[in-house]
């Protein structure tokens, strides 16, 4: 499984049972984001607490997807967890998905490796700059696809069609389970009486001090509750020092700076007061709050292009905690590049990560995250 846990919750917990269930499998593995997550935002809890709430609830082994690709669009984000995944020779891959069960995602992956050139055609066809990503992607696969009525606009349904893609180019690929969300849509904002309920709705519900016990495992209702909660505001004095400190020219090498967006940025950052308000001053049809967000962590992080490539080409497996079954895996795979601590050598070939998690301790009362720590084994 790929996963943030943002944080853990019940409907999780339904996931792993029924990817389980329906995969009969002797192991489960999640490649779960770090300290700072996919759509461009630190993690509510770090990333050893999320571990340890899935290796309570049904997961065997939990390891990290390093920030070079956890704060990514869902194409790198896919690249580099199916690659964790092959690395350990899993079989199936089971993802959540707001679109419908008997969507073949195998087929959709297939028909991308084999008319990728088409496809990257069609896409720069497209001259209406009013239009985002998701919106061009899926006037293009409704041209050359039109038997299957994609609609990149669901998160969940986005990732599943990316990990599709990125699975199809491996000779073993993995079989693709998807499973269908339970009662709570990604962008569900509300806690419902099932007790399951989106993590947008539990964040919401934890910045307003309501309770979300019901919908949450009791191993994350503790962290919750003993934890200093991570959101952008607490980083926004940073982020807004760096936007301040920095010169244009600085700010234009940063990953993924383009079109002039630096000039928005840095006049937004003298203006706002919070993070909120930063990104509505900068946000427009063409930037969205999403990619906002990951160009800020690149900012906040000083990420550079060729400094994320350099890291993209390091393979590692950076593990967070195991279950018996798990440790008994890991012992057939003494081939890999597995890391159980964090030294010099481990610290050298993962500079990055070591670096975002510094930086993530800022927030609040956060203990160390690398040097020091050992998988949580769960028995």
């Known amino acids: 499984m790929i996963v943030e846990y943002n944080p853990f919750h019940n409907g999780h917990r339904y996931h792993v049972t029924t990817a389980r269930k329906q995969t009969n499998a002797k192991l489960v593995v999640a490649v779960m984001s ?26 065997d082994l939990v390891i990290e997807l390093p920030v070079e690709w956890s704060i990514q669009s869902a194409d790198y984000f896919a690249k580099g967890a199916v690659r964790l995944l092959q690395m350990l020779n899993c079989t199936h891959l089971c993802f959540g998905t ?7 995602y195998e087929d959709f992956g297939t028909f991308v490796q084999q008319n990728q050139k088409k496809i990257d055609q069609e896409f720069h066809r ?90 949450v495992p009791a191993v994350t209702a503790n962290s919750l509750k003993n934890s200093t909660l991570q959101t952008w505001e607490a980083y926004w004095p940073f982020l807004r020092y760096q936007l301040l400190s920095a010169n244009l020219d600085s700010l234009r090498k940063i990953y993924q700076m383009t079109e002039g967006i630096e000039v928005r940025m840095k006049a937004a950052a003298k203006k706002a007061a919070s993070f909120d308000e930063f990104v509505q001053l900068v946000k427009s049809k063409r930037y969205t709050w999403v990619r906002i967000q990951r160009l800020a962590c690149y900012v906040l992080l000083n990420i550079y292009q060729e400094e994320l490539e350099q890291q993209q080409m390091q393979k590692y497996i950076n593990i967070l905690g195991f279950t018996k079954a798990g440790q008994a895996f890991l012992k057939e795979k003494k081939d890999l590049p597995l890391f159980s601590k964090i030294g010099k050598k481990e610290a050298k070939m993962a500079h990055l990560m070591l670096r975002s998690d510094q930086i993530y301790q800022l927030g609040g009362q956060l203990s160390e995250q690398n040097f020091g720590r050992k998988p949580y084994i769960y028995q």
Do not use: C
């Open 126 to 215: 497209l001259s209406d700059e009013t239009m985002n990503f998701p919106q061009k992607m899926t006037k293009v696969f409704n041209l050359l696809y039109p038997q299957m009525a994609l609609d990149f606009s669901s998160p969940n349904h986005l990732l599943g069609l990316s990990y599709a893609k990125e699975n199809a180019k491996y000779k073993n690929s993995m079989k693709l389970v998807p499973i269908t969300r339970k009662n709570a849509g990604y962008h569900d904002e509300k806690l419902t009486v099932q007790g399951i309920a989106s993590a947008t709705a539990i964040r919401k519900a934890l910045a307003k001090s309501r309770s979300v016990d019901n919908f």
């Open 98 to 104: 707001e679109g419908n069960s008997t969507f073949n």
């Open 34 to 59: 770090g300290n700072f997550l996919q759509r461009g935002e630190p993690a509510i809890l770090d990333k050893w607490s999320r571990a340890k709430a899935a290796l309570h609830n049904g997961v």
